[in-house]
């Protein structure tokens, strides 16, 4: 979906760097900034169920540890991992409390809490806490690695 990347990618240049995202008050600075954006981004894109947008933001090597404890292993993993899901499809909003980003090594730290809404749902149906390796190797911050602890049933 070009054009939904292209809208989401506009409104997080215009908009998203100069919106708050609720419980994160940590002071901001550019590099910050671009993550949070990268953030809100990523949260539209599954909450459209564009997963083929949500991988931009991921390494190609990325690691995820799903609520469950389930080790995904790369972003093709990813794909074969969701496709499998049965039931409702899902959608998860990740909230960053804070943002630690090393300018040398070029990576950040992030942690948060995060839920999870089932399609046409506003109520989250689960959630917890959740913490993000970013990487800017490439110039743009990526996710190159995810941790999400269940800790609620909504």
Same mark, same amino acid.
């Given at each position: 979906? +070009?054009?939904?990347? *292209?809208? @989401?990618? &506009?409104?997080?240049? #215009?908009?998203?760097?100069?919106?708050?995202?609720? /419980?994160?008050?940590?002071?901001?600075?550019?590099?910050?900034?671009?993550?949070?954006?990268?953030?809100?981004?990523?949260?539209?894109?599954?909450?459209?169920?564009?997963?083929?947008?949500?991988?931009?933001?991921?390494?190609?090597?990325?690691?995820?540890? +799903?609520?469950?404890? *389930?080790? @995904?292993? &790369?972003?093709?993993? #990813?794909?074969?991992?969701?496709?499998?899901?049965? /039931?409702?499809?899902?959608?998860?909003?990740?909230?960053?409390?804070?943002?630690?980003?090393?300018?040398?090594?070029?990576?950040?730290?992030?942690?948060?809490?995060?839920?999870?809404?089932?399609?046409?749902?506003?109520?989250?149906?689960?959630?917890?806490?959740?913490?993000?390796?970013?990487?800017?190797?490439?110039?743009?911050? #990526?996710?190159?690695?995810?941790?999400?602890?269940?800790?609620?049933?909504?």
């Amino acid at each position: 979906m +070009t054009s939904l990347k *292209t809208i @989401i990618q &506009g409104i997080g240049l #215009l908009c998203f760097g100069f919106l708050s995202i609720p /419980g994160y008050a940590q002071k901001s600075n550019p590099e910050t900034e671009a993550i949070l954006t990268q953030r809100q981004a990523s949260n539209l894109a599954l909450k459209a169920f564009d997963e083929e947008l949500n991988n931009t933001f991921l390494t190609d090597d990325v690691l995820i540890t +799903t609520g469950a404890g *389930t080790l @995904i292993s &790369g972003k093709e993993a #990813l794909i074969e991992y969701i496709q499998k899901v049965s /039931g409702s499809r899902m959608f998860w909003v990740r909230t960053p409390d804070e943002i630690i980003v090393n300018p040398d090594t070029q990576l950040a730290w992030e942690t948060g809490t995060w839920k999870g809404y089932q399609e046409g749902s506003e109520e989250a149906m689960v959630g917890g806490k959740y913490s993000a390796q970013w990487t800017k190797k490439s110039g743009t911050w #990526l996710i190159q690695s995810q941790l999400f602890v269940t800790l609620t049933d909504e």
